[in-house]
């Protein structure tokens, strides 16, 4: 079983930051194609972004320029770094192991997905 540990979620104000990570104690990050994906209330999830094994970050047009994903090999951290945040961001924010960039989308590989427990981003004035 993979747990994934994902954090950095809480309350900020339109136009503010906030970075959340998603780490792993048990095993290397590395090895996996490692997402991030939202869920707000009465919405469907949706694939943000992607870190592929090969080090490809693939962000969803719906946050492009706002938001980027890079890994920390030495801290075995996924981060998400979301700048310039909208009040329509808010939503739960999930990591997950493994994403699948397919052309616009980011979706989850076929087979076991294993999802953090979830960190609430809340964007509001």
Sequence with gaps: HLQLEDSGGGLVQPGGSLRLSCGASDFSLDYYNIGWF????????????????DGTAYIADSVKGRFTT?????KNIVYLQMNSLEVEDTAVYYCALECLPSGATIGTKRGMVYWGQGTQVTVSS
Excluded at 70 to 74: E, I, P, Q
Aim: proline share 5%; hydrophobic share 25%.
């Design 38 to 53: 939202r869920q707000a209330p009465g919405k469907e999830r949706e694939g943000v972004s992607c870190f592929t094994i």
């Design 70 to 74: 890079s890994r920390d090999s030495a």
